[in-house]
DNA sequence: TTAAAACCTTGGAGCAACTACAGGGTCAAG
DNA sequence: CTTGACCCTGTAGTTGCTCCAAGGTTTTAA
């Protein structure tokens, strides 16, 4: 199959497609005489598991790490377990980020519940004189 | 001051000041003889207007908008206020967001509670033979 | 048969919000 | 007078794509 097809098959782009050969995510294909990608059944298996782990907001480099264990035949599946364990801490510490955030968000709409003049709006009060806080180092790759 | 005092008053590095700079979101300061940046009190309180809102996860171009407001003395607030009803309801989307994720996570943790060969995880067997999903597009800033 | 439509190719730029250099200039202390 | 701490500009890298441009090929329909 040409990469249009393959693309539809696993419900992403040429575009994306490519873009993974070249991440080195999925392997380059043959080629036809004119020079056109060629794709067999084992590339839509692996482009959908790509593109499962992508739905679940996996990076590129944690789907490196699971198709490197699951090529990796006769051994065992415990650092496919581990690595979805931890990902799960991952959205998990990013539930409670945002959480947090909400918390702020909120505290600061209240102060101000009326729309007034703009010199006097206590939310721009509190932006401008708040104090910094430093921000915080990501844990994770999700935004 | 210097670059790097209103850095400091800020809680940022002096790259990030710079950045803002080329942006537009903090206006270009005056420079000595031997072309330092020369800060001012009104540029601390910019900049720190800018960190308090990007420790609340606005972009940038939320802030800018921010900012328009507030210079623009006499008008009134609604505008901002709408903005930060806006900007919590993204944090919302966001959260219930990584909360079905995270159902999806432990479903797929739960196909392997033992560690299993490779071959037979069903971790990887259902990444592998799920169809995919085709993915939302983003409604948000935040990852 | 031929012309248009629908594919495919490579290469490069753009997004967001920085971060991290390289390769220089300036300034205060010792 | 030199060392170290600053400052300057400009450029490239990060992540996971997306969107061109400028061409070549194949399929379809008139």
């Not at 084992?42 to 090529?71: G, K, P, T, W």
């Not at 990902?87 to 918390?103: F, K, M, P, S, T």
């Not at 600061?108 to 806080?133: F, K, N, P, W």
Request: aromatic share 4%; glycine share 6%; proline share 3%.
């Amino acid at each position: 199959m040409k990469i249009g097809e393959l693309a539809r098959a696993a419900q992403c782009t040429v575009d994306t497609v490519r873009y993974y050969e070249r991440e080195g995510l999925l392997p380059a294909p043959s080629r036809t005489d004119s020079n056109y990608r060629q794709y067999g059944p084992a590339h839509v298996e692996r482009l959908r598991f790509i593109r499962n782990c992508r739905a679940l907001d996996m990076a590129h480099e944690e789907i490196r790490a699971l198709l490197q264990y699951s090529d990796q035949a006769g051994s065992d599946c415990s650092g496919v377990n581990a690595l979805v364990d931890e990902h799960i801490a991952h959205v998990d510490v990013r539930i409670r980020e945002l959480e947090q955030l909400r918390g702020d968000l909120i505290a600061l709409r209240a102060r101000c519940a009326h729309d007034s003049d703009v010199g006097s709006c206590g939310i721009l009060q509190e932006l401008s004189h708040r104090e910094t806080d430093g921000r915080p180092p990501k844990h994770t790759h999700l935004g």
